[in-house]
């Protein structure tokens, strides 16, 4: 039997895949089809699948935080009208979800450690320039630190 714990943070995911769901169907994400779009909607709805009829071998809140990372991986890597969207309505709906700001600690840090920080990096970058996030200065910044993390992989 899962625990009240589990079962709270699980009501509190579902919400949030109804919230993707909505603001995916409304307003789709740039640079996906129809067909895109489907698929990912199939993949929320399996996602809430698994936590509605949840498997009790994984009812517990480690499981649970790689749905956590699953279901937001998008909206926390990705930018635009729908990402927007999306965290305006989960802020509305009292959530206990914050938009990750992975390029401030990458900043804060110095250095891309890894091929995700790098490939995170390299896709939000002008996303975030365009979208005033980030300035001139940390542009230089992080085009610096994509410069030595490719030199030192050579």
């Known amino acids: 039997m899962a625990s009240e714990k589990y079962n709270d943070a699980a009501r509190n995911l579902i919400k949030a895949i109804d919230i993707a769901i909505e603001v995916i169907k409304a307003n789709p994400p740039k640079g996906l089809n129809q067909q895109h779009v489907k698929i990912v909607l ?32 998008y909206f926390q890597e990705a930018s635009g009208e729908t990402v927007n969207e999306f965290w305006k309505k989960i802020k509305e709906a009292g959530l206990p979800y914050e938009r990750e700001n992975r390029i401030e ?5 110095g250095k891309i450690r890894n091929q995700m920080d790098f490939d995170y990096v390299i896709d939000t970058i002008v996303p975030l320039q365009q979208e005033g996030v980030l300035s001139n200065d940390d542009v230089e910044q992080l085009s610096k630190m994509i410069t030595h993390y490719e030199n030192r992989k050579k």
């Open 42 to 73: 199939e993949s929320y709805n399996g996602f809430k699948e698994s936590l509605v009829n949840p498997n009790p071998k994984f009812s517990n809140l480690g499981s649970l935080k790689y749905k956590v990372q699953d279901v937001f991986a």
């Open 105 to 109: 600690k990458l900043l804060k840090r």
